[in-house]
């Protein structure tokens, strides 16, 4: 059983006697994204049976076998983690078709699930996972046959461009890329014809698809009732037959869709790109040409690549899709509703792009292709409102949000219901609304702009991603943020920034949990896995968990993938963001000795007289070894923390440099002796024998086994300072080879 996590009046994260915790830990595991068998990566080429909508799938053993549960959890645990975001797919519930439940993947999960509980002292919260939509449209997460409901013919896909797959680039005799699929080109498919129209029916399909009537339903509330009722029945299946999960505490929650995203909504004009678009690369069509392409119409169309300062214009390329169409015929079709029992409604016409059926665009023997409407999706219908991010946000979104979060209250009052709105934007406006109960939580997502683009981390300077987002800057160059330490302090800004105006549009009471926040590992073309110098990808990653720990900020980075390797990566369109991979288990094992004490807690006492207490450690024997081979940019990822603070939270730093952490807390009165703040304190950059620990009041205790000290405090303003006495002998002129320190 672990404590039960409450969410205090201003906000944070506390436990039953209303100590201030901290929720940490990682996403497990991307491997969810592809089917178990076939096993199906984006790597791997497209066959006849791809887009087969009569195609057998499952999940079963994703994100690895039962047996396996153990090795990884404990893995995660020694680095200090007691959360886990874990996410599945709508696919990996509902892949059949609509209405059929693949139940005895629900029941493996579980068992996952259960076995998570047996190991103890990890807390999780469900991910209902997608990108881009689906695997099929480039991403993860809808099952096939939601692309055949909107009268899509995903075969059509290539030859149109209405979506690119890395599957697209490989070798079907090699097995290898060929040519290389561009570093984040994936993420352009929310740009293209398949995801921006299944996301745009999705939030809006009443008012701009009216014709789009599937089974008496339009085709918005079809998908929105499909998808909410997947994801309802799995909950409700993990409740009922493993109630102990939430009982002792082990399922804290639920997270609405992954990184939702707008569609065609918020274009000002469909025949243009528009200005404010930050990602371009490749073919960049503007929503207009996507919809001629689409219907097979060859089309010229600018190409884009990305610079520091913004996308830069290349040249332009004819897309020729020679007459292939990403619409499903009236034969195709007739065929496939027959397959999903579905009846349309009389006005949607079969072999046409569902846009010009709704007048936004025309064909006409005298001009050709001609836009009709080019703000149809940026006017809110009948009315002079203009749809802007926020408009979406408040009322396209947050319909589904209220929605779902009804279904999901039938289920579960007690548990956290995780509002994520789409990535870097503003949450909806819901302060003071009964919308928001004791037991929600805002989810954010952050990625550094420069660092993902590039892979690579540049000490001399970077962006400010957060500005650059809001429109803040005429020109990216006003964004430079320049030197290390400036950097550091703007990502560390701009997590605060995403804090405050979470607290200002849902309420002070409301808790930040960063569910998604990481950096790739494949940076420098991959130098690390030649070398063996994770130098980049350590400073990166302090420079996170710098960011994160100056706001006690929960957190679960992206990610662990059980399936990792430096070829493939997380086996997903070249992303590499595991913290572990199973070709870094061969290198030098890093041992970490603990110190047994005598079977004793370490513990040392002041005077009462004296206010700053100090202690330094001086035993360095030990019985127990933690193995992290396979962990990846240790000494950035493995931190101190406060796992639980009697007071609250003030400010925290942790100076890899010098293996030094400092804490500054206002404590609370201590009722008896067990009220204690306590601190994950990891042997790897505190080895006990070389560790001197100073603090304004009280006294301490040691957990070797934990690697947990207790602090014993008084009221007040406190501070402890934790500092490695051998560091500068530790770390040298440079960095240690990673994966090779003994202690």
């Known amino acids: 059983m672990v404590e039960k996590v409450h969410i205090s009046p201003d906000g944070e994260f506390i436990d039953s006697n209303k100590n201030q915790i901290q929720l940490r830990g990682v996403n497990l595991d991307p491997t969810i994204k592809f089917p178990s068998s076939p096993e199906y990566t984006s790597h791997d080429p497209v066959n006849k049976e791809f887009f087969n909508p009569k195609a057998k799938v499952n999940y079963i053993n994703h994100p690895f076998t039962v047996d396996d549960v153990e090795e990884h959890i404990q893995r995660l645990k020694s680095l200090g983690y007691n959360t886990i975001r874990y996410p599945f797919t709508w696919e990996s519930l509902e892949h059949d078709g609509p209405g059929i439940y693949d139940f005895e993947f629900m029941d493996f999960t579980i068992s996952v699930l259960k076995k998570i509980r047996q190991i103890g002292g990890i807390r999780i919260y469900l991910d209902p996972h997608q990108d881009v939509w689906s695997r099929f449209t480039g991403g993860s997460g809808a099952p096939l046959w939601t692309l055949y409901s909107a009268g899509f013919n995903p075969e059509g896909f290539q030859a149109t461009e209405a979506a690119i797959l890395q599957n697209y680039y490989i070798d079907s005799s090699t097995g290898e890329e060929k040519p290389q699929y561009p570093k984040m080109l994936w993420p352009t498919n929310y740009f293209r014809l398949a995801a921006q129209t299944m996301f745009t029916l999705f939030f809006g399909g009443r008012e701009f698809a009216p014709k789009c009537i599937i089974n008496g339903k339009n085709i918005q509330d079809y998908l929105q009732q499909s998808f909410c009722d997947a994801v309802m029945i799995f909950y409700a299946r993990i409740l009922k037959n493993a109630p ?11 997270e609405t869709m992954n990184e939702p995203n707008n569609g065609y909504f ?12 930050k990602l371009k690369r490749g073919t960049t069509p503007t929503a207009f040409q996507c919809f001629k392409l689409g219907e097979g119409i060859a089309t010229v169309v600018d190409t884009y690549d990305i610079s520091v300062f913004g996308p ?12 292939k169409s990403a619409w499903l015929s009236q034969l ?21 792009c569902i846009w010009r059926q709704h007048g936004v665009w025309e064909i006409t023997d005298t001009q050709g292709p001609k836009i009709v409407k080019p703000q149809y999706f940026y006017r809110v219908p009948g009315q002079k409102d203009i749809i802007d991010m926020r408009y979406f946000v408040n009322h396209y979104f947050l319909e589904h949000y209220l929605s779902y979060r009804e279904e999901f209250r039938k289920l579960d009052q007690s548990s956290f219901l995780f509002l994520q709105p789409p990535t870097l934007q503003e949450p909806p406006n819901l302060a003071g609304t009964n919308y928001i109960d004791k037991k929600t939580v805002y989810a954010c997502h952050f990625y550094d702009g420069m660092s993902l683009m590039f892979k690579t981390w540049n000490r001399t300077y970077n962006v400010d991603t957060f500005g650059i987002m809001r429109g803040r800057y005429k020109n990216p160059i006003f964004s430079i943020v ?13 997590l605060l920034e995403m804090k405050q105006e979470g607290k200002r549009l849902l309420g002070s009471s409301v808790p930040v949990f960063f569910t998604e926040i990481g950096m790739p590992f494949d940076m420098d073309d991959k130098k690390a896995y030649k070398d063996g110098n994770f130098a980049s990808q350590t400073s990166a990653m302090d420079a996170l968990g710098f960011a994160l720990e100056g706001s006690n900020l929960s957190f679960s980075l992206w990610c662990y993938c059980s399936h990792n390797d430096h070829k493939w990566g997380d086996y997903w369109n070249n992303e590499d963001f ?12 890093v041992l970490v000795h603990l110190k047994p004490n005598d079977g004793k807690e370490f513990k040392t006492r002041s005077a009462p007289i004296i206010s700053s207490n100090e202690s330094t450690t001086n035993n360095k024997s030990a019985v127990k070894t933690l193995d992290y081979s396979g962990i990846r940019a240790l000494k950035g990822i493995l931190r101190p923390y406060p796992v ?27 009722n008896d002796e067990s009220h204690a703040s306590l601190l994950f304190l990891p042997k790897y950059h505190f080895p006990l024998g070389d560790v001197h620990i100073k603090a304004s009041s009280g006294q301490f205790q040691y957990d070797p086994q934990q690697q947990v000290l207790k602090w014993f405090h008084e009221p007040g303003h406190q501070y402890i300072t934790i500092s490695n006495l051998g560091s500068e002998q530790l770390l040298g002129n440079g960095e240690e080879p990673e994966g090779c320190a003994l202690m």
Not at 338 to 348: A, P, V
């Open 244 to 254: 102990e999960l939430f009982e002792e505490n082990y399922i804290i929650g639920l």
């Open 266 to 277: 918020i274009d000002p004009d469909l025949s243009q790109i528009p200005k404010d678009r």
């Open 312 to 323: 830069r214009k290349t040249g332009v390329q004819t897309v020729d899709p020679k007459g």
């Open 332 to 352: 195709e079709r007739n065929k496939i509703d027959e397959q999903f029992k579905w009846k349309r409604g009389e006005e949607w016409e079969a072999g046409k």
């Open 482 to 494: 320049l030197g290390e330490a400036n950097i550091r302090k703007s990502i560390r800004n701009q």
């Open 578 to 589: 595991s913290i572990w991979s199973k070709d870094d288990l061969n290198s030098l094992p």
């Open 644 to 670: 639980k603070i009697h007071g609250v939270f003030e400010s925290a730093d942790f100076d890899l440099s010098q293996r030094s952490y400092n804490l500054k807390i206002k404590g609370r009165p201590n």
